[in-house]
């Protein structure tokens, strides 16, 4: 596949007229007047800027069934009133649609990985294989159903070695699991060499019962347990002290900032400028669409940033350059995987339309990225496979329809 006469991004330079050479699931050439002697398809780029994949850290896919249905609570009465009674009512044909219906909202926002964690992750897994998209996927455990973690680790078997599919594991939170679960997520994420994927620190209330009950914050617990690592994507980490902080950067764990979640279930404002100037990879999640309640990553990316400046009266606590690096490079170093728009890597990437009262004048490329986008991925690419053309995705009208239907099963 190439793209012809495109414009990109690259180590912060605008390039125009380049052509980006795809073959197999990777970019293999970025340069001027390339050739396709296989004759793939051709993708005109141009009036358009290339873009690297997005990568959404922390989300509940399934729940986008869910967006609208409880708003305005807190996390523990949303939890336990609305959302918890709705799961228990959770179909596998549900968590299908539920899925696509995500896999959709995510494409038409230029993310192309994404890192999850529920219920149903066989199910999970074959709608997100069948929409194209890459990602990090946990069975979710936690205590009151002890038989998830055996359902965890048969997951994680089949499925490890996927193209597309990286299996996880995900114990809930602190205050779901004991000890005991949280050691065997450690035990179980070191014998597979794989991610672990948790809720930490995510509220005023999980903060003070560990340190009322343990005589520890959540990240010191969790690093008595040996949990901290390169391995461990945290979401959240709105409530630390300076020596969490400090445990966080020397441990290398991956914390992702979810800003329209934490401030919609009014959780706080998490310290991204103090974990940023700690040197730890902050990466950007929308959590559920339940608590967001839309996937886009713009918008994420906006809030983050404004928000960051506001809760420190300082524009420059968070620049456009900041944000874009967290969206894209520090998502990538969380997964470990080779992405980005470089030769060599894996081709996940999307196209904007320029051609856009919203992005134009075309000058700084980063300032429109970060705080002008509401609208112009018209092109999502994942593994060298085209999800998305032309703003055209295979089969949307269906899932709409399917997802409209499985919401009103669960409600009535
Ligand atoms: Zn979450």
Redesign the pocket.
């Known amino acids: 596949m190439l793209i012809k006469d495109v414009s990109l991004l690259q180590s912060g330079h605008l390039l125009k007229g380049r052509d980006i050479l795809i073959q197999g699931n990777r970019i293999v050439k970025i340069g001027r007047d390339l050739k396709d002697e296989d004759k793939y398809d051709t993708i005109q780029g141009h009036g358009k800027l290339a873009i690297p994949g997005l990568v959404n850290a ?3 896919l399934a729940m986008t069934l869910f967006r609208g249905y409880a708003d305005d609570m807190a996390l523990m009465p949303w939890l336990q009133e609305k959302i918890w009674p709705l799961e228990a009512k959770l179909t596998a044909e549900d968590i299908h649609w539920g899925v696509k219906l995500g896999c959709l909202e995510m494409i038409r926002f230029g993310i192309t990985c994404y890192n999850d ?1 529920y219920y149903f992750m066989d199910e999970t897994a074959k709608a997100t294989k069948q929409m194209g998209l890459r990602a990090f996927l946990s069975g979710v455990v936690f205590d009151s159903r002890p038989e998830f973690k055996a359902e965890a680790e048969s997951f994680i078997k089949r499925w490890k070695g996927d193209e597309l599919i990286c299996p996880a594991v995900g114990p809930h939170a602190i205050y779901t699991c004991s000890e005991e679960t949280l050691a065997w997520a450690r035990d179980t994420s070191e014998k597979n060499g794989i991610k672990i994927h948790i ?1 930490l620190s995510e509220t005023r209330g999980e903060f003070d019962d560990s340190v009322k009950k343990r005589g520890k914050s959540p990240v010191q617990y969790l690093d008595s347990l040996g949990l901290l690592s390169s391995r461990l994507l945290a ?2 980490c709105v409530w630390l002290t300076e020596n969490d902080i400090r445990l966080l950067a020397n441990r290398r764990v991956n914390v992702i900032h ?1 800003p329209v ?1 934490n401030l919609k279930l009014a959780a706080g404002i998490a310290p991204v400028d103090r974990l940023m100037a700690a040197g730890v990879n902050v990466c950007l999640g929308t ?2 669409a339940s ?1 967001n309640n839309n996937l886009d990553l713009f918008e994420e990316m906006k809030m983050a940033a404004i928000l960051q400046k506001n809760a420190c009266s300082r524009p420059e606590a968070m620049t456009a350059k900041d944000i874009w690096t967290i969206a894209t490079e520090n998502g990538y170093q969380a997964t470990g995987l080779a992405l980005g728009l470089a030769e060599g890597a894996l081709a996940d990437l999307s196209l904007i339309d320029l051609r856009k009262p919203w992005l134009t004048p075309f000058s700084n490329i980063l300032s429109l990225l970060a705080y002008s986008m509401v609208d112009g991925v018209d092109t999502t690419i994942v593994n060298g496979k085209v999800l998305m053309k032309d703003g055209k995705i295979p089969g949307e009208p269906e899932i709409l329809v399917r997802a409209q239907e499985r919401f009103e099963r669960l409600t009535s």
Do not use: K, P, Q
């Open positions: 922390h989300t509940h964690m809720h979401a959240h979810c979640s959590d559920g608590s």
